[in-house]
């Protein structure tokens, strides 16, 4: 069956140091994957979408990498600083059986960034 | 401009009884999303509109559950007789093509 697993569920780390997390794939090849922030008691904002053809996107201080072969996406926050702090969540278009893809969201790896 | 928006923020319930949940997407915004958050959990997707085309509900958990949208604007989602395991936060999300989804503050549901 077609999985999405993000490895840790949490990851803490010292401030201006990098932060890497990882969202693995399985029995699929997704034209795309998505990451996603979530703060606690709201809803998910977009960060960065990476297409299939496409090995690394930025944006500031953000870089995805994405590696068809091994089925797997890099997100890395670099100098990190306490408002980094949040559960982030990668998410792929899976074939929801009714005509449709549907974005399919991995459960999150919750970022603790130390000062 | 105004972002998705969700009422109510919270609902409690009793067991057995009927629940509205609303979403008021962006405007222009032809795609609307209805999702489920369990404690611990990730997203689960529950129903999909796109303009007028026929609603993908394979998400739906149970025929308890159904959605729908009105103009191709604001959507409630009903819960019928409602259950314990009921209890999530539904998160809304519109979105004006098929790449980022923006997502409302969501609606806490707590079954008693």
């Known amino acids: 069956s077609q999985k999405i697993e993000q490895n840790s569920e949490a990851l803490n780390i010292q401030e201006g140091k990098t932060a890497t997390l990882t969202c693995n794939y399985t029995?699929?090849?997704?034209?795309?994957l998505q990451w996603y922030r979530q703060d606690p008691g709201r809803g998910p904002v977009f960060l960065l979408l990476?297409?299939?053809?496409?090995k690394e996107k930025r944006k500031e201080r953000l870089k995805v990498t994405f590696d068809t072969t091994l089925k797997q996406s890099l997100f890395h926050i670099t100098a990190s600083q306490p408002a980094d702090s949040a559960t982030y969540l990668c998410?792929?278009?899976?074939?929801?059986?009714?005509?449709?893809?549907?974005?399919?969201f991995g459960k999150g790896t919750k970022l603790s960034v130390i000062p | 401009g105004a972002g998705v928006s969700q009422s109510p923020s919270n609902k409690v319930t009793e067991k057995g009884k009927d629940v509205e949940l609303r979403c008021d997407p962006i405007s222009g915004h032809t795609a609307l999303y209805w999702y489920r958050q369990s404690l611990g959990q990730g997203l689960e997707f529950l129903i999909y509109?796109?303009?007028?085309?026929?609603?993908?509900k394979s998400g739906l958990p149970s025929d308890r559950f159904s959605a729908e949208r009105t103009g191709g604007s604001v959507s409630t989602l009903t819960i019928q007789r409602t259950q314990q395991e009921d209890s999530a936060v539904y998160l809304c999300a519109s979105s004006p093509n098929f790449n980022e989804q923006f997502f409302g503050p969501g609606t806490r549901l707590t079954v008693l």
């Open positions: 990476i297409r299939e053809n496409e």
């Open positions: 509109f796109q303009g007028n085309s026929a609603p993908d």
């Open positions: 998410a792929l278009p899976l074939y929801s059986g009714a005509g449709s893809y549907q974005l399919t």
């Open positions: 029995n699929y090849s997704p034209a795309y």
